[in-house]
Each structure stands twice: as C-alpha cells, then as structure tokens.
C-alpha cells in the first residue's frame, strides 16, 4: 500500500542508532493519500504522494 501510482516511490530502508549505539533496521514510508483521480480518462481510487499532489502530476477527479 505505501507506494505511490504515480511516481512510483515506495518504502525505504535505513538503520536507527540508539544513543548506546545499538543498530536497527527501520523503514521509511512515503506520505501517500488514497485520491480520485483520472486515470486515462476515467475517474479511479489511487494512491499517490503528497509529492506528486502538490506538483500537479495528479489530475483530481471531482
């Protein structure tokens, strides 16, 4: 579900650090809404980041 339809950008992975210096894995998940949008030409329920929402790459249904 953390993947953006439109641009594609999904999770990440890095490494916390504790202040003991202990090192876990953890993710990063992108900032991404369920939206109406048009997909060739027809209104449809996709998942896209808040990236993509603001730089216009995304059409919005009404």
């Given at each position: 579900?953390?993947?953006?339809?439109?641009?594609?950008?999904?999770?990440?992975?890095?490494v916390t650090?504790?202040?003991?210096?202990?090192?876990?894995?953890?993710?990063?998940?992108?900032?991404?809404?369920?939206?109406?949008?048009?997909?060739?030409?027809?209104?449809?329920?996709?998942?896209?980041?808040?990236?993509?929402?603001?730089?216009?790459?995304?059409?919005?249904?009404?």
């Open positions: 579900m953390a993947k953006c339809h439109i641009c594609g950008k999904g999770v990440g992975f890095g650090i504790s202040h003991s210096h202990i090192r876990t894995n953890r993710l990063f998940k992108p900032n991404v809404r369920r939206v109406k949008a048009l997909v060739d030409g027809s209104p449809r329920r996709v998942y896209a980041c808040t990236r993509c929402l603001r730089s216009g790459k995304v059409q919005r249904a009404v």
